[in-house]
């Protein structure tokens, strides 16, 4: 069920937010009549610690607002999950309780349908790839749909790659994933793309995963390298296989009415530093992976390198069964491959 139904639009009134993670009460946007002289007190949710690389580039977009208005729009990045969980955010936000946020592409398929997409095993060949289909005008179009439901998409952001991590054997084939409990992230073809490999797919937040693997409710889960150690995830699931299943870029995002509030040299400028952001978010993110893979080793993980071609041939079933549904968007991701 896509959040529209569960969220009435239209909530440009000034909020007060009670976090209940963090027991702060937050303002929200001090103004509100769009001229240049009017001050914003906005927060920004995001769910990742707050040395992270995205929340880095978070914090970058929020100082170049704050330099370039002179302290009029002052952003301040509630990181760590203060706000609550990715998708208990994006009820804020299109409610307006909370201006902005970073979240998965993942929740936001439940937004724009065609963000599912991004959840199909192997339909990028690599980062180049997905980052040419971003860039292009099919891509950007989608940022520009999430407006019907009360949000303005600002940038796409790097998530890397998603591979399997494990605590009881590692992955080397789709075959060891038999008898596996995996968590994935929420969404049908998430849980399939688990079965299609032969073990079970375990939907549950994400800050569950820990205990879950501690306590063998889960026997696995699959992220990227970044969020694998700064999760801490290391530490009970002591095998890494790279076998790159998924990329689901983040989006960076705004409520719609709050945006329309704003001058429209404000909402140039916020596109702007918002499109700035991305090269360094991507930069960051380069040097973060690095930084983990670096830290993984010295854990004494074991990372397995695999050929995914045998991973790949196990779920190619499920783009084909998808097709019809995402038949434009895959269109432009297949004229991405040949650029």
Not at 213 to 235: D, Q
Request: glycine share 8%; net charge negative; with cysteine.
């Amino acid at each position: 069920m896509a959040l529209q139904k569960l969220f009435p639009t239209g909530s440009s009134w000034k909020a007060i937010a009670a976090t209940g993670a963090s027991g702060v009460m937050l303002l929200t946007g001090c103004g509100g009549g769009g001229g240049d002289s009017d001050s914003y007190e906005w927060s920004l949710a995001e769910a990742h610690p707050e040395d992270y690389p995205t929340t880095q580039a978070d914090i970058w977009f929020a100082d170049q607002m704050r330099e370039r208005t002179d302290g009029r729009i002052d952003i301040q990045v509630m990181h760590g999950g203060q706000l609550g969980e990715e998708a208990d955010v994006l009820e804020q936000v299109q409610m307006g309780a909370v201006e902005m946020t970073r979240v998965s592409t993942s929740p936001v398929s439940e937004i724009v349908d065609e963000f599912g997409v991004f959840a199909l095993p192997y339909v990028f060949d690599d980062t180049e790839h997905l980052w040419r289909f971003l860039e292009g005008d099919y891509a950007q179009g989608m940022l520009d749909d999430v407006r019907d439901s009360g949000y303005v998409g600002l940038a796409y952001y790097e998530a890397g790659a998603r591979n399997f991590y494990t605590t009881d054997e590692p992955i080397e084939s789709p075959d060891d994933l038999k008898g596996q409990d995996i968590r994935v992230l929420p969404g049908t073809v998430n849980v399939d793309m688990i079965e299609a490999m032969g073990g079970s797919g375990v939907t549950m937040d994400y800050g569950e995963v820990y205990s879950s693997l501690e306590n063998g409710t889960i026997t696995g889960a699959e992220n990227n390298e970044p969020s694998y150690v700064s999760s801490g995830h290391y530490e009970t699931a002591q095998y890494y296989t790279r076998d790159a299943h998924q990329r689901i870029p983040e989006i960076l995002m705004v409520n719609a009415d709050l945006f329309d509030s704003l001058s429209e040299e404000d909402q140039e400028l916020m596109r702007e530093v918002a499109q700035e952001s991305i090269a360094e978010q991507r930069e960051l993110w380069e040097a973060e992976v690095e930084s983990s893979i670096a830290e993984m080793e010295d854990a004494g993980i074991e990372v397995i390198d695999v050929d995914t071609s045998e991973f790949q041939e196990a779920t190619a079933d499920m783009v084909d069964e998808h097709r019809d549904e995402y038949a434009d968007v895959l269109d432009a991701v297949d004229e991405a491959r040949q650029e």
